[in-house]
């Protein structure tokens, strides 16, 4: 594919709009390198969680970003063609992007670029969404051409969902390693990662999610009192493979996902201490009939009247987009 000069003021904003994007503990684990008309993907080593042994959740967050890329550079009228793993001899390597104009940017590409800064990640107790059917027939159809499985678990599923949040809470109660890195990943000091303390819960607010992680607690006025508790539509998302490219691809199908919802005026959140476990993880690939669960997003209704969420930090981009060659 002959590749298109795409102004360097799009390729940074897309870049930086990309980095919005999830990821585990707000590690933002990428990295992401331009020269010669391509824009390449890296995760970066140095930035993976110590206790995400595998990278898959280093995985999951770089692919959310390569989706959010896709959808900022849609917006400014460029397709990304994404050539996935293009270096055999370098796994760190996860994409290399090229682009193309399109004719016409529509609204839709506009509203779904917003909706990005717009998603946050809610650990509240969110109310059941209203007309689900209408939003996972719009939700499927955002997530036709990637190859993970995406499964809505039932209100028959959630006391098994439940078991398996507390089995993996209760398997690592001793495992100092987790806990040490939670507790630096939700330290109030850091400025450009990590999740800020107005982004937990304090300890009551924790038990009304039954399937929420247990973070450290923050100690504030209870919140979103008119839900009772947590009534979310709980999505999850599955490789196909145990493969790298399609542990990335559920990243990509998150996005996906979380994109969709905020464009639909709701509110999501995102749970994966259930798939970190084996034994835990065995209850969701149960519950779905899928070998190899990913990731989980809760759906659901935040108050509208509500004061406006903390938007977590991130890292300058100066930091994580490097040139190969002088930009002009
Ligand atoms: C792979 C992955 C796993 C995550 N796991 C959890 C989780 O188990 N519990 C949780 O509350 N948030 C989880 N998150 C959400 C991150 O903590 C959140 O994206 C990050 O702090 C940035 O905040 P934001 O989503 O509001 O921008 C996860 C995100 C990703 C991408």
């Known amino acids: 594919m002959p590749k298109t000069h795409t102004p ?3 390729i940074e904003q897309a870049v930086h709009l990309a980095c919005r994007a999830p990821s585990y503990h707000n590690s933002q684990p990428w990295l992401w390198e331009y020269g010669d008309h391509e824009l390449r993907l890296y995760v ?3 930035r ?5 042994g595998s990278g898959r959740q280093a995985l999951i967050s770089c692919g959310a970003a390569l989706d959010h890329l896709r959808v ?3 917006a400014a009228g460029f397709r990304a063609n994404v050539d996935y793993y293009p270096n055999p001899n370098d796994h760190r390597h996860l994409a290399s992007v090229t682009t193309s104009t399109i004719s016409y940017v529509t609204e839709a590409h506009r509203r779904r670029a917003e909706a990005i800064w717009m998603r946050h990640t ?6 059941s969404p209203p ?4 939003f996972e027939r719009s939700m499927r159809a955002a997530v036709a051409d990637q190859p993970s499985l995406v499964d809505v678990l039932t209100e028959l599923d959630r006391t098994d969902l439940e078991e398996a949040s507390m089995l993996s809470e209760s398997l690592r109660m001793y495992d100092s390693a987790y806990h040490q890195e939670m507790h630096w990943w939700t330290a109030p000091f850091e400025v450009s990662d990590g999740i800020p303390h107005a982004a937990l819960v304090s300890a009551a607010e924790s038990d009304r999610v039954a399937i929420g992680r247990t973070f450290p607690v923050t100690h504030h006025r209870e919140r979103r009192l008119e839900v009772p508790e947590d009534r979310s539509t709980v999505v999850v998302i599955s490789a196909a493979d145990d493969t790298r490219r399609d542990v990335l691809g559920c990243g990509e199908t998150l996005s996906a996902v979380l994109l969709e919802a905020t464009l639909a005026g709701l509110a999501t ?6 798939t970190e476990v084996p034994a835990s993880r065995d209850i969701v690939a149960e519950l779905t009939g899928r070998s190899y669960p990913q990731v989980l997003a809760r759906i659901g209704l935040a108050p509208a009247l509500e004061d406006a ?3 977590t930090p991130r890292r300058p981009l100066s930091d994580v987009l490097h040139y190969t060659t002088k930009p002009s």
């Open 8 to 10: 360097l003021k799009v």
């Open 131 to 134: 007309d689900w059917l209408s």
């Open 48 to 52: 993976l969680v110590s206790t995400d």
């Open 122 to 127: 809610d650990r509240l107790p969110l109310a």
């Open 44 to 46: 970066d080593a140095d």
């Open 72 to 74: 900022a550079l849609a």
């Open 269 to 274: 959140g995102i749970l994966s201490h259930v």
């Open 309 to 311: 969420p903390v938007r």
